[in-house]
């Protein structure tokens, strides 16, 4: 695509994911990688998870504040896990998250390690958990700054989408479709990703 002459006009995005961790991304003519690991890391914000579970949701959170660092802090646990996966070359198939996450108050508590043993376990990689947990120990040393640039965007969806459910928001609302599409009637509110859309 990048040898294509200039009478074609044509831009694409990608997701930087994982990428920006192990290396230096690729620079390809009309290429352009996400601002942070994916599109959807922009409505990571107070304002907005404030309109789609408070306001629209009517979830039954009582301190946001409380709530958004432990769904940060659970993000960056998942993450380290699939940055852990990668760098194993494990290719691992995750097992469904939902019954490793519970509610205390308003902070999401993750069972981090007994997921772990189950996505290795259904995978037949539990003889590789030493060299799986040493990764994971070293990427939490290693991942720090902004954290959507370390938060996978399905992830964010899924647990926003958890959360529509366990904190009593309406169930109609509670699946990651119906999340999904509240943040495309928000698109318009978010100036930094009209900038990157542009």
Avoid at 36 to 53: A, G, K, Q, W
Avoid at 101 to 120: E, H, K, M, Q, T
């Amino acid at each position: 695509l990048a040898a294509l002459g200039n009478q074609v006009q044509f831009q694409c995005l990608v997701d930087k994911d994982l990428d920006h961790w192990f290396g230096p991304l690729q620079t390809v003519g009309r290429l352009r990688w996400s601002m942070y690991c994916s599109m959807e890391l922009h409505f990571l914000t107070p304002e907005i998870v404030r309109d789609i579970l408070l306001t629209t949701g009517r979830a039954k959170i009582k301190n946001l504040g409380d709530f958004l660092g432990s769904l940060v802090a659970v993000l960056r646990e998942l993450y380290i896990l699939r940055l852990a996966d990668r760098q194993t070359s494990l290719a691992l198939r995750w097992v469904a998250l939902r019954r490793y996450l519970s509610r205390d108050g308003d902070y999401i508590r993750f069972a981090r390690d007994a997921y772990a043993i189950a996505v290795l376990t259904s995978n037949q990689c539990a003889a590789r958990r030493p060299d799986f947990d040493n990764a994971c120990g070293v990427w939490t040393r290693i991942v720090a700054g902004d954290f959507r640039d370390h938060v996978r965007g399905h992830d964010f969806v899924a647990l926003l989408a958890w959360a529509m459910q366990v904190f009593d928001g309406h169930r109609e609302f509670a699946t990651e479709q119906a999340i999904e599409r509240l943040l495309v009637l928000l698109a318009r509110n978010v100036p930094t990703l009209m900038l990157e859309l542009q």
